[in-house]
């Protein structure tokens, strides 16, 4: 099964622990023992993923298309169907449209990409510059 999020902190979050009038602070500890370190150092860790703010992100990969200004129209409707996050974009007689896509639509834009390259639209899975 391939995945396409996962989830990430957005920034420091503070885990506290105390104990028997000890306080455990991220790295420092006293009056707690091997295991009461090892006991703070768990409840610290769970503490402070409770107080993160946790965001899902999707695992993407950039696209490249360049088409004719004239193909436009089909370039933009498959934009509109996949619902691609536009990055760059470049509208002279050679375009060119850069997008980031989930990893698990690759297959389904190979797919599409076929008949776009028949109308001669350049379609490239590759790191852009």
């Known amino acids: 099964m391939e995945t396409d999020t996962y989830l990430t902190i957005l920034g420091p979050s503070e885990g506290f622990y105390k104990e028997k ?7 420092g500890g006293t009056k707690l ?3 009461g370190l090892i006991r703070a150092y768990k409840t610290a860790a769970s503490d402070a993923l409770d ?6 992100v999707d695992v993407t990969t ?4 360049v088409f004719g200004y004239e193909s436009t ?3 933009m409707r498959l934009v509109d169907e996949l619902k691609l996050e536009i990055k760059r974009q470049v509208f002279e007689q050679n ?11 690759v ?11 028949k109308q001669g639209i350049k379609v490239a ?3 852009t510059p």
Do not use: N
């Open 95 to 105: 375009c060119e449209l850069v997008a980031e896509i989930k990893v698990s639509q």
């Open 51 to 56: 107080h993160a703010v946790i965001r899902k």
């Open 125 to 127: 899975f590759e790191p």
């Open 107 to 117: 297959g389904t834009i190979k797919k599409k990409a076929g008949s776009l390259m």
């Open 62 to 65: 950039p696209i490249r298309i």
């Open 21 to 27: 009038g000890s306080k455990f602070y991220a790295f």
């Open 33 to 35: 023992g091997i295991s």
């Open 73 to 75: 129209a089909a370039v």
